[in-house]
């Protein structure tokens, strides 16, 4: 009997340990890909089933099994998935530190040689999932982020243009409240909604090549990324931010970051090309702010010596696991293809990476952040999926702290410095 | 107490002594019944019966309590991102790092405030009601649903109702002080450091008075009803009553309370979790708040384990301590009068 308990662990326990191999590929030589993405609600759901099915059709004895989840699930499961083992052939991945450390742990493949043509046609949106000039994933959606603004209230508040500098954007928000609008709604209590401020300040007052060397080096030295913190110092100072931001939600209910813009409590909201999907889900017509939605660029910094046109993104791609069978590279080339782009645009998915797939986006307002996105000089990634979570997490949390007041420019670039060191 | 106990009946063990004296009836019984030859493989049979009966329990302990104990350890000494191997040994520097990071030490004295205002609001409310309750009076019944039903309401439920109330400007409460004339906070209850924890703390008392009532209650059921007789013809008042005959007799009921509330506080989680997510600006972060957040929404493991292993040396320490100084004496009191009355 103990030796049957004993085998029988031992079975449970290659099990367990599946992804090699022989488990992709079964007796009659067809082969398993398992694929899992976020796309769990229609028409996306759908419209990927059918694009396994077409691609299961012209490769005879490929069987994708797709697990469509809810996004948080996704996560979660993945990361359970990366500690046992047992992660699935192809899914999503952010890019950035979790990305690197992936790699390091050989975990994911390199698609540099596999891909080539999809990544030179896909073009700089690759970089945020690039390690060490090495390609690991194919972006199929990249968004940007920026001001959302209800349109009617900017009206109302008599605001004619959206502002493109930070003063302006300071008498923006004199206005809205001297027209006793709350101007702008911020989740801070997730935190990254209020690390964006910064992360776009940085953006505004660094120069490309200290950001990017920044990224590789984790050294915070220049002393522009005390002049972000400054910079959004200035803007807490203008109180223009919903009564309770500190423990606001950004997507979640009517009272969230999203939902105050979306039913017309706020006027403006710092957010990515996620927003009007959104603010669709927390409205009872489905229709979000509707065509009252428009959106504007971060506004420059007076003596900042970043780019004004440089955009903060970010988005998701599809990887390919080590130990996946070769079809799984295939599969995610075919999801790159002039065909399931436009078909994924077409479904407002996303905004998709192949320049092909651009006429496809039918929704204006995403149309419109799909030309700034393009003819942007580079996208920065997030900065706390670029630096990795325990860095990217100590980084909002410290600038959590300055929205509530405590914790001064500085100590923000201290609190990044020294998690960046124990992470070395 | 010169009186040492010879030949107990059965029918007079009970208490914490019971399984020792009634191990050493069945072996005299056994003695007297058995055969010599007998004695050994009874034993053998005896020791198997336990075995194959603890065995099942023994498993499920290892597997749910044990192992995953052992894991935190483990984890707690590595650096660990949660994939690829444990390589990256560190020794003891991840709870270096905890014990002086500010943020941990801020929750440790948040759990402590939590621990002691438990106390300090539940045991008089809770007591007070559960007297009150314990009376005849029009309504019992219904009263004592009202006040049990907030316990037995889910914990992640009960605090999504009140995250909605709470609500800044939108919610019932801030729209009723401002119906009355108040100033509700500007950042809302939640969203004001300095109101955060206490705001907390009476949501939590709202949530579990209802179980130290329930207690309260149980334990009045086992004071003598002479005791209340004899008082009466003594004269007493109903204070007097109270406080000279119902509370010490309560007192250990309290003591046990006051354990379970005390673990409750330490390893308190859910309820901040859903209300404040440990904000805003870390005010009401307790330890179980920041393991979690150390753990899987950074990916630092071997912090996350040092934090956990931290919490359950200072849970255990406590419950130690307690055990020792406090339920202790419930023990002795009890040994000295089953003693006094042999």
Redesign the interface.
Known sequence: MALAALSAGVLLATAACGGDDSSDESADGSTTITWWHNSNNEPGKGYYEKVAADFEAEHPGVNIEISAMAHEDML?KL?AG??SGDAPDVYMERGGGELA??V????TRDLTEDAADEIAKIGGSVAGWQVDDRTYALPFSVGVVGFWYNKSLFEQAGVTAPPTTLEEFLGVIDQLKAAGIDPISVG????WPAAHYWYYTALRACEQSVLQDAVQSLDFSDPCFVQAGEAVEQIIDAEPFN??????PAQTGP?SASGLLATGKVAMELAGHWEPGVMQGLTEDGQGLGENTAWFPFPALPDGAGDPTAQLGGGDAWAVSEEAPDEAVEFVKYLLSDEVQTGFAENDMGLPTNPAATGGVSDPALAELLTVRDSSPFIQLYFDTAFG??VG??MN?EI??MF?G?ATPQDVVEAVQKAAE?EQ | MAHEVTDPAPAAVSGHDAPAARRAIARRAARRSGAPGGRRSDAWRKRLEIALFVAPALALIALFVAWPVASAVRFSVYRWKGFGPLEDFVGFDNYVSVLTDDVFQGAVGHNFIIVFGSILLQLPLGLGIALLLNRDMWGRGLLRTIIFVPYVLAEVIAGVVWFQLLQPQYGMVDAIMSGIGLDPPAQGWLGTPDHALWVVLLVLTWKYLGLAVILFLAGLQGVPEELYESAQLDGASWWQVQRSITIPLLGPTIRTWCFLSMIGSLQLFDMVWILTGGGPANATTTMATFLVNQGTDRQNYGIAGAASVILFVISFAMAVAYQFFILRRDTMTERRTRKAAA
Do not use: R
């Open positions: 979660t990361d990366f500690q450390d992936h390091e742990a050989g975990l801070a209590g997730d935190k009564p309770g931001f500190l423990s606001t009272t979570e325990s997490g100590a949390d959590a702290l509530a405590e124990e």
